[in-house]
């Protein structure tokens, strides 16, 4: 029987070497097919190999959340200034306007509230319909160890055949449940799986403790999530750490659009994303363009 991980310091994820990525510049994508390339060279930009994915899809699930009441207003402004938007087929089509040229990556998942339990969703969806609105990507929730595990896994495993189909790359959403351990173990074993099952890239939280181990033992581009709202400095060191251990960029939503100066924080999470700017010197900058505003 393969063993659960017990003896972490007999597993050597060697860090320190680099997965090679031969065909493409993204890690694990050399042999996608040509359109997929594209889809994911519209998100990841070519030159840096990273990406900043600004994410608002948080209603699917909570509602109006703070920062995200209206879109037009609070989200619209921001969208020059990240790489690509996360969002529901529901804002894109009556919020954002067709005329802009960002990549769009779609949410597919869904059906709990925060009323119920959310490990019960499913592919909110079709292929069909991401094809139509021109997407760059879709986005879907995994529970790894969560009570509908199984189900989640393969609603992802149903969204990649459906994507592999067209072109569309998966972005596995790594979801942790209330009371489970957010620890680099954890987060080795569902992104793993995440990208054994077919996803193209994963999202993930941040560990302070292990998380290049994370990265080094998924085979395919890891973006970091941003979870709860914290300060900027905070957020910024967050990303920083995590593209310097093998990140390919960030998915942050409310460490954005929450912030004083969501504009301006975007800026700064750029420059440490794409041009590896020191934290505090990124800090620095989300001061200026703060009060330059
Ligand atoms: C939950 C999600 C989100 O709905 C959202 O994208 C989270 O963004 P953030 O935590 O940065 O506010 O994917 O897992």
Redesign the pocket.
């Known amino acids: 029987m393969p063993d659960a991980e017990a003896v972490k310091e007999g597993k050597k994820y060697y860090e320190d070497v680099p997965q090679e990525t031969p065909g493409f510049f993204l890690k694990g994508s050399g042999a996608l097919d040509w359109g997929m390339k594209n889809r994911l060279a519209r998100v990841f930009n070519p030159k840096s190999g990273r990406a900043v994915m600004l994410?608002v899809?948080?209603g699917?699930?909570q509602g109006p959340t703070t920062g995200l009441e209206r879109i037009d207003l609070n989200i619209v402004p921001l969208i020059p200034y990240c790489d690509a938007l996360?969002c529901t087929r529901g804002v894109l089509r009556s919020m954002v306007p067709p005329a802009t040229t960002k990549p769009m990556v779609l949410?597919a998942s869904g059906g709990p509230s925060i009323l119920k339990e959310l490990s019960n969703e499913q592919i909110c969806m079709d292929m069909e319909d991401a094809v139509r609105l021109n997407v760059a990507g879709v986005?879907i929730?995994v529970f790894i160890g969560g009570e509908f595990e199984t189900r989640s896994v393969h609603n992802m495993t149903r969204l990649v055949d459906m994507g592999l189909r067209c072109g569309i790359p998966v972005m596995a959403?790594t979801?942790v449940g209330k009371d489970m351990a957010r620890d680099a173990r954890y987060f080795r074993l569902a992104c793993r799986i995440c990208a054994e099952l077919g996803a193209q890239y994963v999202?993930t939280y941040y560990v302070p403790d292990g998380f290049e181990t994370v990265t080094a033992s998924c085979p395919v581009p890891i973006v970091m999530?941003?979870?709860?709202k914290i300060p900027e400095l905070d957020a910024l060191t967050m990303a920083y750490n995590a593209v310097q251990q093998g990140a390919s960029g960030v998915?942050?939503?409310?460490?954005i659009f929450q912030s004083d100066a969501p504009v301006a924080m975007l800026q700064a999470v750029a420059k440490v994303v794409h041009d590896n700017m020191k934290p505090e010197d990124a800090l620095e900058l989300y001061q200026t363009l703060k009060e330059k505003k």
């Open positions: 994410a899809d948080h699917y699930f996360f949410r986005g929730q959403v979801a999202k999530a941003g979870g709860k998915d942050m939503g409310r460490n």
